[in-house]
């Protein structure tokens, strides 16, 4: 009987370390990628953190003895690549040089909306109901409330560039979790998302590239605190946090599970008032609170058939 009360406890509180994990690390990865793109072009660090925690992953699950993906696997683990790291985390990696960590993090909450929009366009597993439809609004008056230059809160808006890139990022991550329905992935989502980590993190390293972004860089400028946020990034955000995850789904329900994604946020504006010196005014709380409503609503409401987790990348963060 010990024994078994034993177990219990541990699974209890293996359970909330997982939770712990995903709500805290995850919400405190923003933070790191602030401090990160200060001193290394965002495209760049984008890079080195998805392809080594990906190559990390896949040296990982290989050596377990999984199968390798296909070559059409490898296809669609790339396209996937491109929308998730490249339109998401490259664009989030981005505004963050534009836009406080903890703003980025509750423009990014409006995923579960675009996805939500996804599937009622694109997919059929969801109908436009008055209740969606009115979360739908209010997430969106939330993102209002941060831009506009005529709404007098107080606090200043957000810069609109950064703005936009992160409503692209956030369209860009309900477009891969369309396509990951569709295409050919390995069955072990260990391996597909190191597959598409790989990926990902190469063609961050093209756009990089291509921006210029190793031009007039130089590694032994970096300070020891940007390595550091990388290092977090890579192990805490990338590694632990989507094994922490991973596990989760097999043990509690997607619902309970999908809580993190209006936990982040909160914790993600905190860490940046008290660690990062970001302003929390009354029109970051305003907008907070109406995006993080629509998420709670949204991800609350039944779907007609019961829908794959989302990616399980994430920054997350």
Known sequence: MNRLTSGANSDKWKRLLAFAIIYFVWGSTFLAIRIGVHEVPPLLLAAMRFFIAGL????????????????RQWAAA???????????????FWAEKRVPSGIAAVMLALIP????ISEILFLGT??????????LIVGLGGVGVLMSRSLSVGG??????????????ALS?????????????PDSKVMSSGAQMLAGGLLLALAAAGFGEFRDFHFSSVSREAWLALAYLIVAGSIVGYTAYLWLLHRESPTKVATYA????????????????????????????????????????????????????????
């Open 156 to 169: 200043a808006p957000i810069d609109r560039a950064g703005a936009v890139a992160l409503i692209v990022a």
């Open 126 to 135: 969801q109908k436009l109901t008055l209740r969606l439809a009115a979360a």
């Open 262 to 317: 209006y936990v982040n946020p909160i914790v993600a504006v905190i860490m940046g008032y008290f660690f990062g010196g970001e302003p929390l005014d009354l029109r970051t709380i305003l907008g907070t609170a109406l995006v993080l409503v629509s998420v709670i609503v949204i991800t609350t409401t039944d779907s007609k058939a019961p829908a794959p987790a989302r990616l399980a990348i994430e920054e997350a963060d």
């Open 113 to 116: 909306a675009f996805m939500a």
């Open 56 to 71: 990390a992953l896949f040296l990982w699950v290989t050596a377990r003895g999984e199968r390798l993906p296909t070559a």
């Open 78 to 92: 790339t396209l996937l690549g491109f929308f998730i790291f490249v339109c998401d985390y490259g664009l989030l």
């Open 173 to 185: 991550w309900s477009v891969s979790s369309v396509l990951t329905r569709k295409v050919p992935l």
